[in-house]
Nanobody, 128 residues
Framework: VQLQASGGGLVQAGGSLRLSCAAS????????MGWFRQAPGKEREFVAA????????FYADSVKGRFTISRDNAKNTVYLQMNSLKPEDTAVYYC??????????????????????WGQGTQVTVSS
């Protein structure tokens, strides 16, 4: 499975961006998908995730109410709509997919080692 993230850029605080993550190869609508981000000098952190069916979504507290994750299984694409952006949202954003495995931990969606495939990242910069 290959993941290609796009849609990053430079935006002023309060603005919006929509990130896309296109999956190719042996994809499956059963795969959970997630977005993570990493700012300079910081560890990669969870942003949002959606289950394979799209029936459940999860968000980090820092983005809840501002970001929305969605998926279009017909297009093998996951989106992250980011509104009311803040300078602290500045980071490289990565999309990730699992391989349809079972997850046994609570908050599994926030753990990087629960995902099997990663995209290359797209830079989001929010100016104040």
């Amino acid at each position: 499975v290959q993941l290609q993230a796009s849609g990053g850029g430079l935006v002023q605080a309060g603005g919006s961006l929509r990130l896309s993550c296109a999956a190719s190869g042996r994809t499956s609508s059963r795969y959970a998908m997630g977005w993570f981000r990493q700012a300079p000098g910081k560890e990669r952190e969870f942003v949002a995730a959606v289950t394979g069916s799209g029936g459940s979504t999860f968000y980090a507290d820092s983005v809840k109410g501002r970001f929305t994750i969605s998926r279009d299984n017909a297009k093998n694409t996951v989106y992250l709509q980011m509104n009311s952006l803040k300078p602290e949202d500045t980071a490289v954003y990565y999309c990730a997919a699992d391989s349809g495995r079972l997850h046994f931990f609570s908050s599994w969606y926030a753990r990087t080692n629960e995902y099997d495939y990663w995209g290359q990242g797209t830079q989001v910069t929010v100016s104040s």
